[in-house]
T-cell receptor
Framework: DQQVKQNSPSLSVQEGRISILNCDYTNSMFDYFLWYKKYPAEGPTFLISISSIKDKNEDGRFTVFLNKSAKHLSLHIVPSQPGDSAVYFCAADETSGSRLTFGEGTQLTVNP | EAQVTQNPRYLITVTGKKLTVTCSQNMNHEYMSWYRQDPGLGLRQIYYSMNVEVTDKGDVPEGYKVSRKEKRNFPLILESPSPNQTSLYFC????????????FGPGTRLTVT
């Protein structure tokens, strides 16, 4: 039972345009959501997070939006740069929990 | 430099030959965890530890063991590896108050033939 789902295995965008990565979840007990970024031959690195009490969190070019009623979150990257090309993992943390549940990942390719 | 280290980075072994993948962190983090990454399945947690001598099963613990005798180390043990444990393994650590913001090691590519 995949509680965190990223339905798009890959996404390709042009440099300078917006990248939108999507993530859906099923567990209502999740109260904290994160995005991790992974380059080849490296471990994932934390990118940005959002608490369930908010609907938006912004950090430079990266913005995460949370729609609790739809159990959906998205990561917007504006403007996209070639160095953003990586696999992006959505993750969720359960209330009073002690571990993360990850999605399958989306490979983002930003073309120059 | 704050980091999580894993050894070995690459390992090819045969079915049934016991192996250990080491993980060490220098950030004094309470929380440590092991994940495996497989195509189409993302990152799945194997085991985690909230502190020394405290470990618990994640989503896919079968065939694995862990120990947490020291705060900095969290080895992953495969007593009798099988081909379905061929995968990319990541160790991670985080502070207790922000266990969700995890620092990952570089990964260990394991092949079991």
């Amino acid at each position: 039972d995949q509680q965190v789902k990223q339905n798009s295995p890959s996404l390709s965008v042009q440099e300078g345009r917006i990248s939108i990565l999507n993530c859906d979840y099923t567990n209502s007990m999740f109260d904290y959501f994160l995005w991790y970024k992974k380059y080849p031959a490296e471990g994932p690195t934390f990118l940005i997070s959002i608490s369930s009490i908010k609907d938006k969190n912004e950090d430079g070019r990266f913005t995460v939006f949370l729609n609790k009623s739809a159990k959906h979150l998205s990561l917007h990257i504006v403007p996209s740069q070639p160095g953003d090309s990586a696999v992006y993992f959505c993750a969720a943390d359960e209330t009073s929990g002690s571990r993360l549940t990850f999605g399958e990942g989306t490979q983002l390719t930003v073309n120059p | 430099e704050a980091q999580v280290t894993q050894n070995p980075r690459y390992l090819i072994t045969v079915t049934g030959k016991k192996l250990t993948v080491t993980c060490s962190q220098n950030m004094n983090h309470e929380y440590m965890s092991w994940y495996r990454q497989d195509p189409g399945l993302g990152l799945r947690q194997i085991y985690y530890s909230m502190n020394v001598e405290v470990t618990d099963k994640g989503d896919v613990p079968e065939g694995y063991k862990v120990s947490r005798k020291e705060k900095r180390n969290f080895p992953l043990i495969l007593e009798s590896p099988s081909p379905n444990q061929t995968s990319l393994y990541f160790c991670a650590s985080s502070p207790r108050d922000k266990h969700y913001e995890q620092y990952f090691g570089p990964g260990t590519r394991l092949t079991v033939t």
